[in-house]
């Protein structure tokens, strides 16, 4: 048997197979190299994975009751995309393998009986390459929070309205995401910026007039039409956002439409994503116009055709942690990155720095604080802190 010490690596196996005996056999031969997690069936094994344990590696049996490898390993790359698999069966068919590679995605196809030496050779290959996905994963990840994130800090100079509106959206966003643990973090971080690229014409009344209902004119009625597929054609000629880009495309379809039309989705068909940033966006732009939570949440029920009403239970639930703010007026220098703007800020001038109902970020931080020390902005404002209401955490996601 292979000496091998994985020994403070992130190397975890799940090892899928309807015979007890060959689980016990294979743990009994690799407990000193390699720790690996067991189950007898696919449906198992897809749940372990849904439960957000992190499995550099599959090992499943080809022929199982129920659901066979190839399907288990075809809906396992959907569930955990990064995760390495490997496929042991008796069956050596040339048909069995080329299904395995081309549907499961197969990085190795081991007959069995296997040696426990190969196998745990094909194990340890496979987690390296399980380390390299995740690399290059994440390093793309960090490029493009960054990038998006340096976009937003321009946007803050060129258009603080805007640039509030996207805190404020990100900020209620965040607030709601224990039920939206389908979407990547990483995702859910660009999500406000990138949405709002195509806005820069709209204004806070038209959000509003849009989100009460009221009337508009033709033409900022088009406008409004118009602005998300403007934002998703830029957000689609950046590699790897096709999501954030039919979600920014989506964000104002109905979740109930009263006609249906071809090529718009309705219900959830719309993505996930779209579903819950409409539903922020509009109790944003309602609170903003009243300040009174309440009233935002009571216009949002008068158009249950438009929320996804699972998500707009959340946002219920998530207005009730603002009703128990309290404005409090501190000294510029002690505001911190829990905090949010409770009122408008603007520079000696009249300029506009920073809008009400913003939250703080640490280039806020650190611009208010140096302007507070040069005269520009006043040295006390206004803020309140808002706390996610923990009980979100207790309930299931949403599909």
Known sequence: MMEVSTA??????????????????????????????????GAEALERLRQCARYSVIVTDMRMP????????????????????????????????????????????????????????????????????????????????????????????????????????????????????????????????????????????????????????????????????????????IPRLAELAEATRWQLADFAPAHFEAGVPSGTSIPLMARALRVVMDFDALLRASGDVNEAVQRMTMFPHRYDPAILRVLTRHSETLRSSNVVQINTSAITTDMVIAQDVYTSNGTLLVRKGQPVSRSISERLMLMAESGIVPQQLYIYVVSADAELEEVESIA
């Open 66 to 237: 129920g659901m066979d490898g190839v399907e288990l390993l075809q809906k396992a790359r959907g569930i955990s995309p990064d995760t390495v698999r490997i496929m042991l069966t008796g069956n050596a068919d040339q048909q069995t393998a080329v299904d395995a590679i081309n549907e499961g995605d197969v990085f190795r196809f081991l007959n069995k009986p296997c040696e426990p030496k190969l196998l745990a050779e094909a194990i340890l290959s496979a987690h390296q390459q399980y380390q390299h996905y995740r690399s290059e994963r994440e390093l793309l990840e960090r490029t493009l929070t960054g990038a998006v994130h340096a976009m937003g800090e321009a946007l803050a100079l060129a258009n603080p309205r805007l640039c509030g509106r996207i805190s404020s959206i990100e900020h209620h966003l965040f607030a709601i995401s224990p039920r939206l643990r389908e979407i990547p973090e990483w995702q859910l971080a660009l999500l406000p910026t990138l949405s709002q690229l195509g806005a820069t014409l709209i204004t806070e009344a038209m959000f509003y007039r849009a989100a009460a209902g009221t009337p508009s004119s033709e033409a900022e009625s088009r406008l409004m039409a118009q602005y998300p597929e403007i934002g998703a054609r830029i957000v689609e000629q």
């Open 8 to 41: 403070g690596s992130d190397l975890k196996v799940l090892f899928v197979d309807d015979d007890e005996n060959v689980l016990r056999g294979y743990q009994r031969a690799m407990r000193k190299v390699i720790a690996m997690d067991t189950c007898n069936s």
